[in-house]
């Protein structure tokens, strides 16, 4: 079973989270092409190794969160970047955004 570290609530078992997708920086509208535009929208690259991705605590305090997972062995890090903490950004795909 995967644990996810969730900033708010600690270390819980993964079947409380929602995966939201990779963390992928969003291209700047006014000079990106429809072509890089839909390569930003549909494309990923699913990389075997660390990868940052947005997660969702739906059954506890729903709210999303960013955490580096190894794809290979699903071991997780917290991300040192947000010190534990929400860093304000909100995931480009879900369904609904928490509070
Ligand atoms: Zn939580």
């Known amino acids: ?6 900033p708010w609530c600690g270390a819980r ?4 989270f929602r995966y939201s997708g990779e963390v992928i920086d969003r291209p700047d509208p006014g000079t990106t092409t429809a072509a890089q535009w839909r ?8 990389p075997r ?3 940052t991705e947005w997660w969702y605590h739906r059954a506890g305090c729903r709210k ?14 917290a991300r040192g970047d947000s010190g534990g903490r929400p860093h304000g950004r909100a995931p480009r795909v879900g369904r609904s955004w928490g509070r």
């Open 64 to 77: 999303y969160f960013t955490i580096d997972r190894d794809t290979r062995t699903d071991e997780t890090r």
């Open 49 to 51: 190794g660390w990868v």
């Open 39 to 46: 390569d930003y929208l549909y494309l990923r690259d699913n």
């Open 1 to 6: 079973m995967i644990m996810l570290p969730c």
């Open 13 to 16: 078992a993964g079947s409380e």
